[in-house]
């Protein structure tokens, strides 16, 4: 059973496309998750929910959210439950120079430059993990990157993945124009 429902401060505001993402305790192990559930039975963002939470779930690595469970609610829609993630988005520091969470990153490393590379060397490897299953991220950008407060580097949002190895799927451009890699705008 997952108890004290609240919007969640760390991964709420990447899924607003989706559905509304909660700070939730399971009980039966007394630990803190994320709930990402649905406003509406929209087929298609049922799809894309169930979508996201396939492809995160089969990619266990250090540096993306695990997925603990995929169910239905009591409207039988589809709940989403991952590691809850506390901390700062990647984007939130590269515009605040004085941010609280760059003493984290400041104590690991000799300076800023070096932590920066090492938070992309973390996303690099996250990418190469996902990669070698064939499937490609589609919308890398620092708001998708939050930085835990002991080093962590996850690498979020894998909504609009896309599996090589799936018969049929979405082709389409998507993605953040700004962030987008050349042959991803050109289709």
């Not at 990402?36 to 939470?53: G, I, N, Q, T």
């Not at 829609?77 to 990153?105: C, F, N, Q, Y």
């Amino acid at each position: 059973g997952i108890r004290d429902r609240s919007p969640s401060r760390g991964l709420g505001d990447v899924y607003k496309r989706q559905g509304k993402v909660y700070a939730a305790t399971q009980r039966s192990l007394g630990r803190g998750v994320a709930v990402k559930v649905l406003d509406d039975d929209d087929p298609s963002r049922r799809a894309a929910l169930l979508h996201e939470a396939r492809i995160t779930g089969r990619l266990e690595h250090p540096n993306i959210v695990p997925v603990h469970l995929l169910g239905l609610d009591a409207r039988g829609l589809p709940v989403l439950v991952m590691k809850r993630i506390e901390g700062a988005s990647w984007r939130e520091l590269l515009r605040d120079p004085s941010h609280p969470a760059w003493s984290t990153l400041e104590s690991r490393h000799r300076d800023r430059l070096e932590a920066q590379v090492s938070v992309l060397l973390s996303v690099c490897d996250a990418l190469e993990y996902a990669h070698a299953r064939r499937i490609v991220h589609r919308d890398i950008k620092p708001e998708n990157v939050m930085l835990g407060p002991f080093g962590e580097v996850y690498l979020l949002d894998w909504g609009v993945a896309f599996d090589l190895a799936a018969p049929q799927g979405d082709r389409a451009v998507i993605g953040t124009p700004a962030y987008m890699a050349p042959e991803m705008a050109e289709g």
